[in-house]
């Protein structure tokens, strides 16, 4: 969006986070990295033309974040949100031997849990509905697959809220049991499929 030339107020959480991207776009003066929970943050008197969420719409407060959307946006901007779904497919085998390893050392996982088929992944357009603050959302998904060798797909891991949140110790046993089915079984690489949606819904011009 930076390099289209549009205004961006970037709104993040973290200030580790707002200095790489002021360090990665500091050549667009157009843009300002603001450190802030969107729920705190103060809206502007200019109303906006598109508010753009990626994998983050679903950490914000169900409270607040379609009506604050809405608020921030001119009559007929545009709120897009994007998430990502792990789904059915790739080394399908691994997926299913996997579960092991997580009902052994993450207690929350559900017993014989499986991946959904991409088809099978509902769209949520619940929320827009109810607000009376956007018209019908418009979806468009995208499937991809990505390759992984064993010590990636463990950094990969490390990423996710679900194991950073684990005790440390059950963490690490909870890798090892990964890393050594990936390379015992499957030759030290995996391939994991992903559902990319973009849900794109326009504000109604007048607020209910």
């Known amino acids: ?40 943050w103060r809206l502007p008197d200019e109303a906006f033309d598109v508010v753009v969420s990626a994998t983050a719409f679903d950490w914000i407060d169900p409270a607040v974040r379609v009506a604050k959307s809405a608020d921030a946006l001119r009559p007929g901007g545009v709120l897009a949100t994007v998430s990502t779904h792990h789904v059915a497919g790739g080394t399908e085998d691994f997926f ?9 050392f ?6 014989g849990l499986r991946l959904l088929a991409a088809t099978e992944i509902p769209q949520n357009r619940d ?12 979806f468009r998904r995208y499937e991809r697959e990505l390759t992984y060798s064993t010590g990636d797909y463990l950094d990969l891991l490390r990423t996710y809220s679900g194991h950073r949140a684990l ?15 990936i390379d015992r079984r499957y030759g030290g690489r995996v391939i994991k499929r992903y559902l990319t949606e973009l849900r794109v819904a326009r504000r109604a011009s007048e607020s209910h």
């Open 1 to 40: 969006m930076a390099e289209r030339g549009c205004r961006v107020v970037a709104v993040e959480l973290g200030a580790g986070m707002c200095r790489v991207a002021r360090r990665n776009l500091e050549r667009f003066p157009q843009v300002d990295v603001v450190t802030a929970a969107f729920e705190d």
């Open 96 to 104: 299913a031997e996997v579960q092991d390893c997580y009902e052994r």
């Open 106 to 111: 993450d207690p929350s996982t559900p017993p």
């Open 127 to 138: 929320e827009l509905d109810r607000s009376n603050r956007f018209g019908p959302a418009v």
């Open 167 to 181: 005790a440390s110790d059950a963490r690490d046993a909870l890798l090892e049991c990964i890393g050594s089915l």
